[in-house]
């Protein structure tokens, strides 16, 4: 009877045990990393994005585009300036300039250098943020011809024609210092300035030839009123034409 009844009873024992320890440790481990990986780094990553364009839309659409649509719009447009007085017309006469190579003008190349210095002094200040000039015109009304030579290897050498004229400009500046005197002085203030004047427009513009031989051209020489002051550079915009 021993035999018999003991072996079978000691087998279910050990067989219910061990399946018990063996189901319970993977229920663990899903448990913890199903609860990290899908609850926590999602949030994150979701979080972090709807902040980020949040910002960039803010400086981006608001503050770029206004500053430049503002700047580019005035400037492609050469719009006039908003200023208190708006538009003014003024006439200067006996203004003086030294032509040198060339002993005259004849009619041609009179109504070439009238046409020539109106539209100069009005392209200088095409893009120009202080000036705006609306309309230009000049009329040569004196000639001074040259009594010395007219040829020369330098400028210094030659003896100039010395023509003058009357312009008469409408404009408007924003800039409050700034004279007529200056703003019509400025285009031929320095060598590269005479240098466009003489090459782009007098001779690109000469079908007769009366400017073939001209080698340079001076300042503009304005005749200053009783009481007025002379300008000085420091007031005087900086551009190029």
């Given at each position: 009877?021993?035999?018999?009844?003991?072996?079978?009873?000691?087998s279910p024992i050990t067989a219910t045990i061990v399946p018990t320890l063996d189901v319970e440790r993977?229920?663990?481990?899903?448990?913890?990393?199903?609860?990290?990986?899908?609850?926590?780094?999602?949030?994150?990553?979701?979080?972090?994005?709807?902040?980020?364009?949040?910002?960039?839309?803010?400086?981006?659409?608001?503050?770029?585009?206004?500053?430049?649509?503002?700047?580019?719009?005035?400037?492609?447009?050469?719009?006039?300036?908003?200023?208190?007085?708006?538009?003014?017309?003024?006439?200067?006469?006996?203004?003086?300039?030294?032509?040198?190579?060339?002993?005259?003008?004849?009619?041609?190349?009179?109504?070439?250098?009238?046409?020539?210095?109106?539209?100069?002094?009005?392209?200088?200040?095409?893009?120009?943020?202080?000036?705006?000039?609306?309309?230009?015109?000049?009329?040569?009304?004196?000639?001074?011809?040259?009594?010395?030579?007219?040829?020369?290897?330098?400028?210094?050498?030659?003896?100039?024609?010395?023509?003058?004229?009357?312009?008469?400009?409408?404009?408007?500046?924003?800039?409050?210092?700034?004279?007529?005197?200056?703003?019509?002085?400025?285009?031929?203030?320095?060598?590269?300035?005479?240098?466009?004047?003489?090459?782009?427009?007098?001779?690109?513009?000469?079908?007769?030839?009366?400017?073939?031989?001209?080698?340079?051209?001076?300042?503009?020489?304005?005749?200053?009123?009783?009481?007025?002051?002379?300008?000085?550079?420091?007031?005087?915009?900086?551009?190029?034409?």
């Amino acid at each position: 009877l021993f035999p018999i009844g003991g072996i079978p009873t000691a087998s279910p024992i050990t067989a219910t045990i061990v399946p018990t320890l063996d189901v319970e440790r993977p229920s663990q481990q899903p448990t913890v990393s199903g609860t990290s990986n899908e609850t926590n780094v999602p949030t994150l990553d979701v979080e972090r994005p709807s902040q980020q364009p949040t910002v960039a839309g803010t400086s981006n659409e608001t503050n770029v585009p206004t500053v430049s649509s503002t700047s580019n719009s005035t400037n492609a447009t050469t719009s006039p300036p908003t200023v208190p007085g708006s538009f003014t017309t003024e006439v200067k006469s006996n203004v003086g300039q030294d032509l040198f190579g060339i002993p005259n003008l004849d009619p041609i190349s009179t109504d070439v250098y009238n046409i020539q210095t109106a539209a100069y002094i009005s392209a200088f200040y095409g893009e120009d943020p202080f000036v705006f000039v609306s309309t230009a015109l000049v009329s040569v009304t004196d000639e001074s011809i040259p009594i010395g030579p007219i040829e020369g290897s330098d400028c210094s050498q030659i003896d100039p024609l010395t023509v003058s004229f009357t312009i008469e400009m409408t404009y408007s500046t924003t800039n409050p210092v700034i004279t007529f005197d200056d703003i019509i002085k400025l285009p031929f203030s320095t060598p590269s300035f005479q240098d466009t004047f003489i090459n782009d427009y007098l001779r690109a513009n000469d079908a007769n030839g009366g400017f073939a031989s001209l080698q340079c051209v001076s300042e503009l020489m304005i005749p200053e009123s009783l009481g007025t002051i002379s300008p000085t550079e420091t007031s005087m915009p900086s551009t190029s034409p």
